[in-house]
């Protein structure tokens, strides 16, 4: 990037990457429906007791304030944000609405 080896034509968050924040995004240029940050969840059993739920989120929210932590997903160009299990829920849902008919329509499973 900086060294002019590579050069980064979009990102495909709705806002600028902080870690690129001169690189405008997708969206900026003109591809309207093209917005999509990608993230990473942990998940327990379905039928996981709500306090275990609980108390794992609770130390996974702990973990991602943890500045080492910040600093050693900055270095992979990650940002570290944390949730509720509502609204890792809400966005599986989500995801699932806008990528399942796609999913569906090209006829991909898990075995293709």
Do not use: C, H
Not at 84 to 106: C, F, N, Q, S, Y
């Amino acid at each position: 990037l900086s060294g002019g080896k590579i050069r980064v034509l979009a990102t495909s968050g709705a806002t600028r990457n902080k870690f690129m924040p001169g690189v405008s995004t997708l969206i900026e240029q003109g591809f309207k429906d093209m917005a999509y940050n990608e993230w990473f969840g942990f998940f327990l059993p379905g039928k996981a007791p709500a306090d275990v739920v609980q108390k794992a989120n609770a130390a996974i929210r702990t973990a991602l304030a943890d500045k080492d932590v910040v600093a050693g997903l900055a270095a992979m160009g990650l940002e570290a944000r944390s949730s509720t299990p509502a609204e890792l829920a809400a966005l599986l849902k989500a995801d699932g609405e806008r990528w399942g008919p796609i999913v569906k329509a090209i006829g991909f499973t898990a075995e293709s």
